[in-house]
């Protein structure tokens, strides 16, 4: 990865895995790996204030991740991807009914006065 793009980011969990990826999502083996002429490359310029951890895993023997060219993973990483997307547009449009619901309620406590 190049760690010096501005699309890069990283997040290391409390159990020592980390995940890098492009926000952009343009790395055709993404997450792992950016393109050497990648067209949308920015190098960073300002990095006030953070702190910059070890990328390394907590365990040594972990094994590299599969490529994602690889169509059986490039599949289920278009296919978890599906599926998050679907879940947050049903929530979307729970809150939504929630919303309407609530004004609902509040013009029939006004009536009632």
Known sequence: MRTDCRHYQSRTYGSGEAV???????????????????????RKMIDAGWQYGSLTPKKPDVPEPL?????????LLDEAESIVNE?????????????KRKLFRKANKKRKR
């Open 67 to 75: 490529s994602a060219s690889d169509p059986d993973v490039a599949a």
């Open 87 to 99: 879940v947050g547009f049903q929530l979307l449009a729970e809150e939504e009914r929630k919303a």
């Open 20 to 42: 890098r990826k492009c926000v952009l999502d343009l790395a055709p083996e993404a997450p792992w790996k950016c393109p050497a002429d990648c067209p949308k490359y920015e």
